[in-house]
């Protein structure tokens, strides 16, 4: 039975709501639509400067080959991967909240910053977006794919649809608990592309919140071209 204190306080917001606090700073936010304050937005900066025209990680120098050592030694299915910033401060602090203390409203200021990236890229028209799948166990645990709410808030944005016939069929160890070898070990096989006539020829965006050492997004794009696909582009939120 609901306690008579609980009734009076949500007769109490309804009459007078209260204003959304700011999810970083807890300041009082204007508009309720917004997640963030102005403050705590303009502290998350988009990466700059030379990065590897393969994956985007942030380079030393600019110097005429502009390939990092890691795309030198391994070749990753997609046809490049993008970020828009570093996986440090507020951004990591807004991920972690989003992905391990159930906030999934979160989706919105991450997805609108990845929006942001890709408005401004040279990259071809998308025929889908293809959010990284959690193997169902998972998202269970978690009660949803963060993946799969980036891709809503980016295909909103941008009308791309969602394809959803990329699914993970094998449980993996957290990569975030292995090394490079292993990581690329834990995903062999974990993925299936289903529904792959949709895909045929097709040049897709695959989207997840943090690209690390690459792993899975290579796993990924490797099944979807392996399955028909035309070309895989990778953006994510953060670069690890």
């Known amino acids: 039975m609901i306690k008579s204190a609980h009734v009076a306080n949500l007769f109490l917001n309804l009459l007078f709501p ?15 639509s ?13 990466l700059s400067g030379p990065l590897c025209d ?7 120098i600019q110097r005429k080959n502009m390939i990092c050592q890691d795309c030198q030694e391994e070749h990753h299915a997609f046809v490049q991967a993008r970020s828009y910033g570093h996986y440090s401060g507020i ?23 990845m ?4 408005r401004e890229l040279p990259w071809p028209i998308f025929d889908y977006i ?19 709410l980036l891709s809503k808030v980016i295909s909103r944005q941008s009308g791309i649809p969602i394809f959803c016939g990329l699914i993970r069929i094998k449980p993996t160890e957290h990569q975030t608990l292995l090394d490079k070898t292993l990581r690329k070990e834990n995903l062999k096989g974990a993925f299936k592309a289903v529904n792959t006539h949709k895909i045929q020829d097709k040049t897709l965006l695959l989207i997840d919140d ?31």
């Open 91 to 113: 951004l990591k602090q807004l991920i972690n909240e989003f992905k391990y203390h159930g906030k999934p409203q979160i989706a919105e200021v991450l997805g609108n910053l």
């Open 130 to 148: 293809v959010p990284i799948p959690l193997h169902a166990a998972r998202q269970r645990e978690r009660g949803f794919n963060q993946a799969y």
């Open 34 to 46: 917004l997640h963030l304050c102005q403050q705590c937005r303009d502290k998350i900066i988009p």
């Open 210 to 240: 943090v690209y690390t050492t690459g792993a899975t997004s290579g796993e990924c794009s490797k099944c979807l071209v392996k399955a028909g696909a035309k070309a895989v582009y990778v953006l994510t939120c953060a670069r690890g």
């Open 54 to 60: 393969k994956c985007g990680k942030p380079l030393q």
């Open 18 to 32: 209260q204003k959304p606090y700011c999810l970083i700073c807890r300041k009082k936010l204007v508009e309720s």
């Open 115 to 118: 929006f942001d990236v890709l």
